[in-house]
């Protein structure tokens, strides 16, 4: 067995290794271990899933695997994983598990772990749960047959979300709406639907039908341009689009226009600003937002914290420096006032409010940076070779470096999720972005692929 944790979780094709009920069940075995404090106590441990079919695999290992250690194991089936983050918290579990691969096609899966607080594992954790999964196992591993846990469906697990999430803009009254929704037949595909309808907004639904191989598939967050065009079709105000399991959003406006994460950010920045309301004058984004986010904040007077990409890193970094709101052009939004992680639905529903408050559109609200020409190319790769081993890519990086002369950037990385390279090349120009995006993808297609 080889190093299990990536930068979200444990992920992979479904029942290929780690993938497979037999390092589920191990993985359940020790989370039992390392949250019930050595085999001291027994831990309660909330479970949800995406759509994916292979979730009910996962789900049933992990839980023989945490009972057999004496846990009790609180299931609420398909939700998104902000709900399993907010139910660990307020149901007093000691962690809680997601199964799910986000944005992934439905052929993969993975297991997301969150503490007792809401928040994703920090790395010592994860470590001790590697180790004893990694380890050779023991006869006495397990508890005597009179100690043996329970599993137990959480029936009222959506109400409770759904309350929670309408409560984060206060229950605001958001009729006059209307909205184009694309739950990527994921996690959310029958919440977030009743969420935005009972606070009055119109809404027309897409991917709402998951038959356990079509999540993500052509739809949601990865496929803005299906919601753009519905936006213009059904002459709505705004479009919604969720990724797989419901923690990150893309919005497109009433003209079809794509809004990315940068800005949203920077719009409910202002609006937090103007209200006193954004927690030590700044935000959190990584190495991936626009220059022209970071410009418009400057010009506003908001400072911008800037960290590697990974939603788990723009959080640490928030709660390092009280800041209350961050996230990724990606679509990962947190608003850590209400919520411990990426939250997709919170998100959706604080844009609704700032166009109901204030009288304008998404559109007009976005209008308040000038963004950089940027172009990202995920290429697939054969291994992760260290960059530091790549002398033509390494060189045309430098050159591409000096050549822009800090009017633009180029950003270089391995996907910490699949077997691919990120190439991302912005810059003032259109042609000067083309030109080093060519240069750098023939240097990894030579050297890499």
């Known amino acids: ?60 290992a992990l839980t023989s695997g945490l009972v057999g250690m004496g846990a009790s194991v609180l299931e609420i089936g398909p939700m998104p994983t902000p709900s399993v983050a907010h139910l660990t ?23 997301k772990i969150f503490s007792s607080d809401g928040y994703k594992l920090p790395d010592e954790i994860e470590n001790k749960i590697e180790q004893y999964i990694l380890a050779s196992e023991k006869g006495n591993d397990l508890v005597g047959s009179d100690q043996i846990g329970k599993a137990y469906r959480i029936d009222d697990a959506r109400g409770r979300y759904i309350e929670f999430a309408k409560s984060s803009i206060r229950n605001t009254s958001l009729r006059g709406i209307k909205a184009v929704l ?104 990584t190495s991936m937002s626009n220059l022209g986010l970071l410009a418009a904040m400057k010009q506003a007077g908001i400072n911008v914290e800037i960290t590697q990409v990974g939603d788990r890193y723009v959080i640490e970094r928030m709660r390092e420096k009280n800041i209350n709101l961050g996230g990724e052009q990606s679509g990962h939004l947190i608003f850590l006032d209400y919520a411990t992680t990426g939250d997709g639905i919170i998100s959706a529903l604080h844009v609704l409010r700032l166009m109901k408050q204030k009288g304008r559109s998404l559109r007009d609200m976005a209008d308040f940076m000038e963004e950089y020409p940027q172009k990202l190319a995920s290429i697939p790769v054969k291994a992760k070779i260290p960059l530091a081993d790549l002398p033509l890519l390494t060189s045309t990086m430098t050159e591409a470096e000096k050549a822009l002369n800090g009017a633009g950037r180029i950003n270089v990385r391995y996907s910490g999720t699949e077997n691919k390279i990120r190439v991302l090349v912005e810059a003032r120009s259109v042609s000067d972005v083309e030109y080093w995006q060519k240069k750098l993808t023939d240097a990894v297609n030579k050297e890499l692929c």
Request: hydrophobic letters at 40%; one cysteine or more.
């Open 1 to 60: 067995m080889g190093k299990l944790f990536g930068t979200d979780g444990i992920r992979g094709k479904a029942n290929v290794y780690p993938i497979t009920p037999e390092t589920a069940l191990r993985v359940g075995k020790a989370i039992a271990h390392v949250f019930g404090t050595q085999g001291k106590t027994a831990p309660k441990v909330v479970i949800g899933k995406d759509t994916r079919l292979s979730g009910y695999m996962l789900e049933t």
């Open 89 to 111: 918290r307020s149901m007093c579990a000691d962690c809680g598990i997601m199964i799910t691969a986000s944005h992934n096609p439905s052929s993969d899966n993975g297991i």
């Open 182 to 285: 694309d739950c990527a037949n994921g996690a959310a595909y029958s919440i977030a639907p009743l969420i935005l309808r009972e606070l009055g907004v119109e809404v027309i639904t897409e991917a709402i039908n998951p038959d356990g191989f079509n999540i993500n598939a052509d739809c949601g967050a990865t496929h803005p341009e299906n919601v753009a065009a519905l936006v213009k079709k059904h002459g709505a105000d705004i479009g919604i689009s969720l990724d797989g399991d419901a923690d990150r959003v893309i919005f497109c406006d009433d003209c079809g226009d794509v809004v990315n994460g940068d800005r949203i950010m920077g719009l409910c920045a202002l609006d937090y600003k103007a209200r006193g309301r954004l927690s030590s004058n700044a935000i959190a984004v």
